[in-house]
């Protein structure tokens, strides 16, 4: 996949261009349906996937105090959407300008002029331009005009309703991890670089890796069962978001305590994948109630995560092609 960061790149516009807009936060299973519809349609055009997106998330530049924590952080949405057999990501900087232009100027000078769309697909509810005016009647009215089809997409559903970024949120604060596979089609992740911390893990007897992270959004506080992947490697692990109440703490840090390792990773990246939250964290009146309690959580998640394996985004990927039954490359 291309991924091109301003417009100016656009030298020429790509071939057939068949292309989806929005955010895309979460890259949820409603979002990879899009994704999916796009390329089938690219492919019987022998044309371009694109999907055009905005860094930053607009309401973050025009009204930061109702901006949505971010589901994904920006390389995270870069790999899903690649592992979604797009051809071209555009990530359009958003600014004052762009926020100030009008629908028709966006469709006229970017849609058509720099991208040359020739199929466009929209959701249902997808608006855009100067006070949203950008509406899917409008988008019609204007393919009509410039050449290009317009396809709105019907809300994608399933049994328990919409998929939706702000439900996957929902999900996350309340520490309903199962419940995000179902709408994200995966285990919800968190990368991390390890730095130091406290040290009081060691002292408990477990270890821990504290984790510096770039997520935006991070699962309700508690203890959780998690797989941990360094390098190629799989562990098994248990995590705790939180504050440390036992020892007076007052931060919120995130430490992880890897089943059947011992070793030093300092500096190093690690990737979690959240199966399941355990309990709340809690205020121990004594270390040796913490010790227990941890040592409780570690059998759990070791007979949990025995039997669990990591559904990871290209396991469900046919490219736009419903017989081919793998994934990307």
């Known amino acids: 996949m291309r991924i091109v960061r301003d417009f100016k790149e656009l030298i020429a516009p790509p071939p ?40 930053p998330h607009p309401l973050k530049f025009l009204a930061p105090e109702r901006a949505p924590r971010l589901i994904n952080t920006d390389a995270e949405k870069e790999r899903l959407i690649a592992a979604s057999c797009i051809d071209l990501l555009i990530c359009a900087p958003f600014t004052r300008e762009l926020a100030a232009c009008s629908a028709e100027d966006f469709v006229c000078e970017y849609l058509v002029g720099r991208i040359g769309v020739r199929h466009l697909i929209v959701g249902y509810d997808y608006a855009f331009g100067r006070g949203r005016e950008g509406d899917s009647a409008f988008l019609r009215r204007q393919g009509e005009l410039y050449g290009f089809t317009v396809e709105v997409l019907d809300p994608i559903t399933r049994q328990e309703g919409v998929f939706s970024s702000t439900r996957v949120r929902e999900l996350l604060l309340q520490g309903e991890m199962e419940a995000v596979v179902g709408l994200l089609g995966r285990h919800f992740t968190l990368e991390g670089q ?14 821990t890796a504290n984790l510096q992270t770039e997520k935006d959004i991070l699962p309700r506080p508690g203890v959780y069962a998690v797989k941990v992947k360094r390098g190629e490697t799989i562990y098994d692990g248990v995590l705790n978001i939180g504050s440390n109440p036992t020892f007076g703490g007052r931060g919120m840090s995130v430490e992880v305590h890897l089943l059947d390792f011992s070793g030093d990773l300092y500096d190093e990246q690690l990737r979690l994948y959240f199966v399941r939250r355990l309990r709340d964290e809690e205020c121990f009146a004594a270390v040796e109630a913490l010790r227990a309690a941890i040592t409780a959580d570690v059998v759990a998640a070791r007979q949990l995560l025995a039997t669990t394996r990591i559904i990871e985004y290209r396991e469900y990927l046919d490219c736009g092609n419903a017989a081919v039954s793998g994934g990307c490359p």
């Open 16 to 55: 057939q261009a068949v292309v989806t807009i929005g955010n895309f936060d979460g890259v949820h299973l409603g979002h990879r349906e899009i994704f999916r519809r796009v390329v089938a349609r690219a492919r019987s055009l022998q044309g371009t996937a694109v999907v055009l997106t905005f860094v």
């Open 194 to 207: 390890v730095v130091r911390g406290a040290g009081r893990g060691r002292s408990l007897g477990f270890p």
